[in-house]
């Protein structure tokens, strides 16, 4: 999926949740900056996350995110890479170590939010777009260095590791009226 197969995605894109459909001319104005894909592009740039669930889409595979504190799904930096989708299954792996993925090749979720600052970088936003993928949870799971745990986590106890709005989201589209 590259710049332009992204561009067209947003303009048909559709979702039930509102603050999803806020998001959506961000994400074109934003594709339409040469660096987007780079993480150096301030105030924000491109993203890919993976929300990976087990077969029968009863858990999600969570990461503990060892610079943010919180559970959040596997993602990160495009680094260049247009080909978003690819982006996130990079990241994926690398932080879980899980290989058997399969992903839907089309967008899942889209979130914009806030990253903080650090003593070598200013604070910026992810533009954030997420591909549903199924995941083996009996494969054998990695903790990266960037992360303080990695966890399948039951649909039914997801707010109990985490309230952001963005990730209960996800979970939501799972369910029949999602």
Not at 60 to 76: D, F, I, M, R, S
Not at 102 to 112: A, L, Q
Not at 153 to 174: A, G, H, I, P, Y
Request: glycine share 4%; hydrophobic share 35%; net charge negative.
């Amino acid at each position: 999926m590259d710049r332009k197969n992204l561009i067209h995605s947003f303009r048909s894109y559709q979702t039930n949740f509102e603050e999803e459909k806020r998001f959506i001319d961000s994400f074109l104005a934003l594709l339409n900056h040469k660096d987007c894909f780079q993480r150096t592009h301030l105030p924000g740039h491109i993203t890919g996350s993976a929300w990976m669930v087990n077969g029968d889409r009863t858990k999600t595979l969570l990461v503990h995110h060892a610079k943010l504190n919180k559970w959040v799904q596997p993602g990160g930096h495009a680094d260049g890479d247009e080909n978003i989708l690819n982006v996130a299954l990079r990241e994926a792996e690398e932080e879980t170590g899980l290989k058997n993925l399969k992903p839907f090749t089309t967008i899942f979720d889209v979130d914009i939010h806030k990253i903080p600052a650090r003593k070598d970088f200013p604070e910026h936003f992810h533009y954030d777009i997420r591909f549903l993928t199924e995941a083996d949870e009996t494969e054998k799971i990695i903790v990266s260095d960037e992360s303080h745990d990695v966890k399948w986590v039951s649909m039914n106890e997801l707010e109990n590791f985490t309230m952001e709005r963005s990730v209960l989201r996800m979970k939501d589209k799972l369910l029949p009226d999602g």
